[in-house]
């Protein structure tokens, strides 16, 4: 399974907290219920949060445990893609394929990093 974990963390990282903005201007753009809006805004800030977590200060270590952030990962993922079908059932067909396809997309990024750090770090 180690071939497949590719992605360092910084490029983890990096990507969630670029990513997370999207989540966050989805619902103005393709008219999000209020419900689903508000939860798609929360997750995004989660999501930045959780980018973020990863880098700590210079020299210091990341305020969440690598085995935190990835068990996060995957249920942040899963919720989104909860939403996004919760969407899709009610008949709210863009919003929801934007968070099928997003959380789809943070769990294949969840399941391609590499969640350890280089020795010495």
Not at 1 to 20: D, Q, T
Not at 24 to 42: E, K, Q, R, T, W
Not at 81 to 101: K, S
Request: no cysteine; net charge positive.
């Amino acid at each position: 399974m180690k071939l497949f974990k590719n992605i360092p963390l910084g490029v983890h990282s990096a990507l969630e907290v670029l990513a997370a903005p999207l989540l966050i201007v989805a619902p103005f753009v393709l008219g999000f219920s209020p419900i689903a809006g508000a939860i798609s805004i929360l997750l995004g800030v989660l999501l930045i949060g959780l980018g973020v977590s990863l880098q700590g200060a210079a020299g210091e270590r990341a305020t969440v445990p690598l085995a935190a952030h990835a068990g996060l990962d995957q249920v942040l993922a899963a919720v989104t893609l909860a939403v996004g079908l919760a969407l899709l059932f009610t008949g709210q067909f863009a919003p929801g394929i934007f968070m099928v396809g997003f959380g789809l997309a943070h769990l294949a990024l969840s399941a391609s990093t590499r969640y350890s750090r280089p020795l010495g770090a």
